[in-house]
């Protein structure tokens, strides 16, 4: 898939190739993948395990490099900044959401969701106000001092949202956020993030084998044989 690419966007991907070597020779997972995301944009991308999905997102997050192709966030091009100006980056612009909530047990939901603030250099007491916010937000006010092992999977999954908005990310990243919850809990932890979202006008791009939660994003892309394709 290629389209032009609007200076405007939040998220800009233009012709990304990633490759991995194999028994039978070279895989190309991504094949020229180019696309964009805006500010506020909620976008799903679907299909079927071992396509690139994961891949893909993870070279978004500057965690993997790809072959070639360029990513740009807003001004910064991802993948032609030092290992430490991405992890900048990553703290800083972008939140990351997995299937598994991966909080720190020994923390409560505050101190979890707290923690991206306290590694920027700010203190608990400037950090607890947006903390608690976010967390009565996502109706987790009664839970603030509760410990992971206390809080049931949506619950936890909300507080692992409400840590990754912490920092106000331009792009959010979102790998089966409700992978392991129950339909209905699914469905209940989807729309608050995605009310959350749009609300601090977060680019996402969220990997999912549910259509029906992908059919409530704002676009829906299909990865298939390294290309994507607008559903």
């Not at 396509?51 to 490099?65: A, V």
């Not at 990351?96 to 203190?123: D, K, R, T, W």
């Not at 507080?159 to 106000?168: Q, Y």
Request: aromatic share 4%; net charge negative.
């Amino acid at each position: 898939m290629s389209e032009p690419l609007g200076s405007n966007a939040r998220l800009m991907v233009r012709d990304l190739v990633k490759s991995y070597p194999s028994t039978s020779g070279t895989l190309e997972v991504l094949q020229g993948l180019s696309f964009e995301i805006f500010a506020g944009e909620f976008v799903a991308i679907v299909g079927e395990s071992g396509c690139g999905k994961s891949t893909l997102l993870q070279i978004l997050g500057t965690l993997d490099r790809a072959d070639s192709g360029e990513v740009r966030l807003e001004s910064i091009s991802l993948l032609n900044i030092s290992p430490q100006q991405q992890a900048e980056v990553r703290n800083q612009k972008i939140g990351f959401v997995y299937q598994a909530h991966h909080l720190i047990p020994e923390l409560s939901a505050i101190e979890n969701v707290m923690l991206p603030l306290l590694i920027q250099g700010l203190s608990e007491k400037e950090a607890s106000p947006h903390a608690t916010t976010l967390l009565q937000r996502l109706r987790l006010g009664d839970r603030l001092h509760h410990l992971p092992a206390k809080l049931s999977g949506g619950e936890a999954q909300r507080v692992a949202v409400a840590r990754a908005l912490i920092s106000k990310p331009l792009l959010l990243l979102a790998d089966e956020p409700t992978g392991n919850l129950d339909e209905a809990t699914a469905a209940q932890v989807f729309d608050e993030m995605r009310s959350l979202c749009h609300q601090e006008q977060a680019a996402v791009v969220m990997v999912t084998h549910s259509m029906s939660l992908a059919k409530s994003c704002d676009r829906m892309f299909h990865l298939q044989g390294g290309h994507l394709r607008i559903l």
